[in-house]
């Protein structure tokens, strides 16, 4: 097994790959800088998989999450990290366009013994997509849908595709 970023996979695109199975797990994908940036990362993906490959791709329900519009999430409760109790807080800022950069700053509050806060947060910039963008778009990088879990309620949903 090996992890690398999708820019760094082996062969250009169109040329038949040596992997099984390639995983673009976590929301992974969404970091991939927009329409453009997601195909080319689709097809260098494609390109990585044998004829009988498959892409496994998971994914937040973008439009949900959207939909729901920006805001502050703070955890219905403390969470363990390093050992320690933390609280972890979620600021989604959710431009118009689907195809502008987004920013979820996330941070986790660690309590101290005597009522101070430790606070560690980083700003992680995202391109979200419909699950039906996903599809023509995985389409378009030569991949054919074998099945998703997306659905009305799902929060989380896995994709597999295999080369068409």
Do not use: K
Not at 41 to 58: H, N, V
Not at 82 to 111: C, I, M, S
């Amino acid at each position: 097994a090996e992890v690398r970023p999708w820019e760094a996979l082996p062969g250009p695109p169109g040329r038949s790959g040596a992997f099984h199975a390639v995983f673009c797990v976590g929301n992974s994908l969404t970091h991939a800088p927009g329409h453009a940036g997601r195909l080319r990362a689709l097809s260098t993906m494609a390109a990585c998989l044998r004829p009988d490959g498959r892409l496994a791709i998971t994914s937040r329900d973008w439009e949900a999450i959207r939909a729901a519009g920006p805001g502050l999430e703070v955890s219905e409760r403390m969470v363990e990290r390093h050992g320690r109790q933390a609280l972890v807080v979620h600021a989604w800022t959710l431009p118009e366009d689907w195809d502008a950069p987004h920013a979820l700053d996330v941070a986790v509050v660690f309590p101290e013994p005597d009522g101070r806060v430790t606070r560690h947060a980083e700003r992680l910039t995202f391109w979200p997509f419909t699950h039906a963008t996903l599809l023509g778009e995985l389409a378009a990088a030569g991949l054919e849908l074998e099945s998703t879990t997306y659905g009305e309620g799902v929060e989380r949903y896995l994709v597999v595709a295999g080369p068409g």
